[in-house]
């Protein structure tokens, strides 16, 4: 009779590749695993540095723009108020009107005279009232604006 030989099973698999807690493996251990994808950390951080630079960037162009525009009105009234003063501190010999324009001259004796006529007016009269420093309008607020 034919002797039958012992089954002996070998697993194929090498033992050092074999875990005793699969779950505990960086890669799947079998087909039906989900895929375990390794994080690229400097990949991320570069990524996100972009995007944070990009945003910084742009809220900080937003800033400068609004400062800029507020350091444009800052420079608007300090001008209204200076010639705001000088008109204040100027011969006027009428009632300002708001909201209707006037003219601002020097005189010889360095005196500013406010005036209902425009240089063009007074090169066709007459008198000279001194150097023409600007036309200006009264505000409802009683500053003066620069009409330009």
Do not use: C
Not at 4 to 33: Q, T
Not at 35 to 59: C, F, G, H, V, Y
């Amino acid at each position: 009779m034919s002797q039958k030989k012992p089954l002996i099973k070998v697993n194929p698999i090498d033992a050092e590749k074999v875990s005793e807690k699969p779950s505990a493996l960086e890669y799947p251990h079998h087909v039906g695993s989900a895929p375990i994808k390794m994080n690229n950390e400097t990949a991320q951080r570069s990524s996100a540095m972009t995007a944070m630079n990009l945003q910084t960037d742009q809220q900080l162009i937003q800033i400068k723009s609004q400062m800029e525009l507020l350091a444009k009105q800052v420079k608007e009234i300090q001008e209204r108020k200076q010639i705001s003063q000088w008109i204040y501190s100027a011969k006027i010999r009428f009632k300002p009107e708001v909201n209707h324009i006037y003219h601002l001259y020097l005189n010889a004796d360095n005196e500013h005279v406010l005036s209902l006529i425009s240089p063009e007016e007074f090169y066709s009269s007459q008198r000279n009232l001194g150097e023409f420093v600007n036309s200006v309008k009264l505000m409802g607020d009683h500053t003066w604006q620069i009409i330009k």
